[in-house]
């Protein structure tokens, strides 16, 4: 995770900008899946032209959020009932704005914090409150990696049980 500024100019040599973003960033990487891009977003907008908005069945989440993906199917797959939940009750519990993009075994979150580790000479230095909404944002990524991954094993689950078993015959039988 880090604290990412973003801004923007129309011109170059101008010192005037316009700050676009101003969160915290986290990107977690992962060799348990490899996924199809899916975005979850809250403004509304198509990202790419290869994606295609998924139309998720929970008023809640689309209160919030809408998700694009360049497979339907695995979207829907992926963001079932456990997944959206969790998204929504995150949302709603700690009140901070975020979108999550996923592109192969990578998930990339922003979160609308605005400044949180700058602090000024005239500014007391942060928190346990800012610490907390840290760790809030770093836990929430580590929960929702692992629903993802439940999510898409879900139906693969019968099928580890039997292969982890029949390697474990394997392995009595050669001792």
């Not at 949302?91 to 979150?109: D, H, N, P, R, T």
């Not at 230095?125 to 907390?132: A, N, V």
Request: charged share 30%; with cysteine.
């Amino acid at each position: 995770m880090s604290e990412v500024k973003t801004e923007y100019s129309k011109n170059p040599n101008s010192k005037a900008s316009k700050t676009v973003f101003w969160g915290m960033c986290g990107v977690m990487k992962s060799s348990r899946f490899n996924y199809e891009n899916i975005f979850i977003r809250r403004d509304k907008l198509k990202l790419l032209p290869e994606t295609t908005r998924v139309k998720i069945e929970s008023q809640e989440f689309e209160k919030y959020f809408d998700a694009y993906s360049s497979n339907r199917t695995e979207a829907k797959k992926l963001l079932g009932f456990d997944v959206i939940n969790m998204i929504v009750k995150f949302e709603v519990e700690s009140g901070l704005k975020f979108e999550i993009s996923i592109k192969g075994s990578a998930i990339y979150m922003r979160f609308f914090t605005g400044p949180m580790f700058e602090v000024s000479a005239n500014q007391k230095t942060k928190d346990k409150d800012m610490l907390w909404i840290y760790y809030m944002m770093v836990n929430f990524m580590i929960e929702f990696e692992e629903a993802l991954y439940a999510s898409y094993n879900s139906d693969r689950l019968d099928k580890d049980i039997t292969i982890r078993f029949g390697e474990e015959n394997i392995e009595k039988e050669i001792k």
